[in-house]
């Protein structure tokens, strides 16, 4: 099974893409879906659509996992505060295979100064052990 690892927070996601149930923000199976599906704040202030880029992440590790850029994508990225080589949106990029993702740090401040994020009232919790 495919593991997704956030950072800075450290938090290491396990997700079967068969069987996770599909939260309807961006692609199924991406960052987004797989960080909403477990309790991980990643905003999406577009709700998934490609529209923005406060889902921007930073590949760290395991780029070959994930499915390949879309143009749509790509232009979007172009806009995108704090752009790298890495940078992919959460909502577009497919996870398929171990992965280690950033999320910037003005996306951490923003929420953790107070700032809301427009579309976590949806997130599924994490399971408890």
Known sequence: M????????????????????????????????????NGVNLEHACGGN???TTCHVIVKSGESNLSEMEEDEADRLDMAPGLTIRSRLGCMAIVK???????????INYVSEGGTSMN?????PPPKK
């Open 97 to 107: 295979g171990d992965v280690v993702v950033e999320i910037p740090a003005w996306n």
């Open 50 to 52: 490609c529209a923005c």
């Open 2 to 37: 495919p593991k997704v690892t956030f950072l800075p927070a450290g938090v290491t996601v396990e997700f079967d893409p068969a069987t996770m149930p599909y939260c309807e923000h961006g692609k199924q199976a991406s960052f987004l879906d797989v960080a909403m599906n």
């Open 120 to 124: 976590m009232g949806d997130a599924i």
